[in-house]
């Protein structure tokens, strides 16, 4: 989703947090603007376009450091 530019919204599990990083919305944790319930997040994605884009942005900024070949080489 986050390679699409779809803005994310993950739940406050450590892994999730770990991989979203500051590309996602993590409930519970980093609620932007007092957000915390998912449907407010969803609502303002819905009626926002630019704060929709602000987090579409964050999204594929994020999913820019992970690629196969760094995964290959790293491990």
């Not at 919204?9 to 770990?18: D, I, N, P, S």
């Not at 992970?66 to 290959?72: G, K, L, Q």
Request: proline share 3%; hydrophobic share 45%; net charge negative.
């Amino acid at each position: 989703a986050m390679q699409c530019g779809a803005p994310v919204v993950v739940g406050a599990a450590e892994a999730l947090r770990e991989v979203a990083g500051d590309g996602a919305i993590c409930l519970g944790v980093n609620e932007s603007g007092g957000l915390g319930e998912l449907s407010d997040v969803l609502r303002r994605f819905a009626i926002d376009p630019a704060w929709r884009q602000e987090w579409s942005g964050r999204s594929i900024a994020r999913a820019a450091g992970f690629s196969w070949a760094r995964t290959a080489a790293e491990t």
